[in-house]
């Protein structure tokens, strides 16, 4: 047990260290990263595309890996926006890592980029646990999924400096409650600001944009009460609950 212990903890360490000399050296360029969290079919990449496509059109040199186990379809889709594109084929991995990006940064990103966005593998668990370096976590949740998504993954929503709500045109089809659903992010979450979208119609497309921009800029992010932490594949299937997310107080 010590020695599992022990391991993880490397895994913790070593993560964070190449994370944060990522984030140092990027932001020298003036540039960050904006990590994009969610479930498979949250609309994700379609409201990437949409922000990416905004971006430049308003002159600002963007660009985004986009993660997959596999297919390079996500990254055929995003490159309709005009903005740089490259596609990480996880070869399984549920989740990415700093080292990853690092990698696939070298070579391929243009030296007058000022936004990076990584949209993660389509999971809820695994990537929430690891830095990839970014100065922006953006956690989205269809209103298709449910309401008491936040509760069910803690850790997610419990690191996320900004949480979009995805699909609302389709809220009141669902029976998406969403006064019980800003309830639940504020109790995982006190204070993060939540934000509508709906990639059909545009909205909430200028408000994530201006969000990362403001990060860019040297605004201050929300201080989410936890931090990423590596996710444990116990052998009882337990996996990690991170019980300190339950003690936050509700909103």
């Not at 949209?119 to 999924?145: F, H, K, W």
């Not at 201050?220 to 996710?231: A, D, G, K, N, T």
Request: charged share 25%; proline share 6%.
């Amino acid at each position: 047990m010590c020695q599992s212990a022990d391991v993880k903890q490397a895994v913790l360490a070593k993560n964070d260290g190449l994370a944060t000399a990522l984030r140092d050296d990027l932001t020298r360029r003036g540039l960050i990263v904006v990590n994009l969290l969610s479930s498979p079919g949250s609309g994700k990449t379609e409201l990437l595309g949409r922000v990416l496509a905004r971006a430049v059109q308003r002159g600002i040199s963007v660009a985004a890996l986009t993660a997959d186990l596999a297919t390079e379809n996500d990254a055929r889709r995003l490159a309709r926006s005009g903005a740089s594109v490259k596609q990480v084929l996880t070869d399984g991995l549920c989740h990415l890592e700093a080292r990853q990006v690092r990698g696939h940064l070298e070579g391929w990103l243009p030296e007058d980029s000022e936004l990076l966005f990584v949209e993660n593998v389509g999971n809820l668990v695994c990537p929430a646990s690891y830095d990839l370096g970014e100065s922006l976590r953006i956690v989205l949740m269809a209103v298709t999924e449910g309401e008491d998504k936040p509760l069910k993954y803690p850790t997610a929503f419990g690191t996320a400096h900004l949480v979009v709500v995805t699909k609302t045109d389709l809220a009141e089809a669902a029976g998406f409650d969403e006064a019980a659903f800003r309830t639940h992010v504020h109790r995982v979450n006190p204070g993060v600001e939540i934000v509508r979208s709906c990639a059909r119609t545009g909205d909430g497309v200028d408000t994530v944009l201006e969000r990362a921009l403001a990060v860019r800029d040297g605004a201050p992010v929300h201080s989410p009460p936890l931090s990423p932490r590596p996710h444990v594949h116990r052998p009882d299937g337990a996996g990690d609950p991170h019980p300190r997310v339950m003690s936050a107080p509700a909103s």
